[in-house]
């Protein structure tokens, strides 16, 4: 009984390892390969290195990016990082001033 008692705290932390650590790294995982596999001609993509481009071609473990016009780069499909929704337009958001700005300038 008191070397059941005694190994009652390691099974404890072994549980909380397994909870806090362990499952919620393989959920990431299984969600991170289901997006990859995924992804579909004409998404624009980020991969993992930062470069943001637009699927052109696709194999099986191969996907076909257009990063610039006509520059189209071959990249493994475990690089995907992310899928850039076409709801997201950072780029337009960064050139317009923001209303803080333009009441500076104005002072």
């Known amino acids: ?9 390691l099974v404890a932390i072994a549980l909380l390892f397994w ?7 393989s959920k990431r ?3 991170q390969a289901r997006m990859q596999s995924a992804v579909t001609v004409g998404e624009q993509v980020m991969l993992t ?11 099986d473990d191969k ?3 257009e990063i610039a016009p006509g520059v189209v780069v071959s990249v ?7 899928v ?24």
């Open 29 to 31: 995982q299984k969600d």
């Open 1 to 9: 009984m008191e070397g059941i008692v005694s190994l009652l705290p």
């Open 84 to 107: 850039v929704r076409r709801d997201e337009p950072d780029e337009e958001r960064a050139e317009e001033p923001t209303e803080g700005d333009a009441d500076s300038e104005t002072n």
């Open 76 to 82: 493994a499909r475990g690089a995907v990082g992310s």
């Open 49 to 59: 290195s930062g470069i943001f481009g637009t699927v052109t071609d696709m194999d």
């Open 63 to 65: 996907l076909s990016l």
């Open 19 to 25: 909870l806090l650590i362990i499952r919620p790294a």
